[in-house]
């Protein structure tokens, strides 16, 4: 089992920054892919940013350039955030794999920009 708890959600301004921090716990060794993902309602769940056990990193085009992802060892991964826009605003998950293929969520944070 691997347990996730994100932080550093709030309410910025159009333009700001802010850095999520997804802590984790339990089996950390299995994992090999870690991301962050965000909902608004009556949306699906996207990905907006992932790093593989390689440092591979991924990003979703809305995000290039603006979003930063990064992880020290296996328990902590971060998601800077700058230059943010109100259409950022969701419902942030951090999201773990394990070998094995199962799958954690933490509980979300929520991020808000306003204009």
């Known amino acids: 089992q691997v347990q996730l708890v994100e932080s550093g959600g709030g309410l910025v301004q159009s333009g700001g920054s802010l850095r999520l921090s997804c802590s984790a716990s339990?089996?950390?060794?299995?994992?090999?892919?870690m991301g962050w993902y965000r909902q608004t309602p009556g949306k699906e769940r996207e990905l907006v940013a992932s790093?593989?056990?390689?440092?591979?990193t991924n990003y979703a085009d809305s995000v290039k350039g603006r979003f930063t992802i990064s992880n020290i060892a296996k328990d902590t991964m971060y998601l800077q955030m700058n230059d943010l826009k109100p259409e950022d605003t969701a419902v942030y998950y951090c999201?773990?794999?394990?070998?094995?293929?199962?799958?954690?969520w933490g509980q979300g944070t929520q991020v808000t920009v306003s204009s």
């Open positions: 999201k773990a794999v394990e070998y094995g293929a199962n799958e954690y």
């Open positions: 339990g089996r950390v060794f299995s994992i090999y892919f």
């Open positions: 790093i593989n056990l390689g440092g591979t």
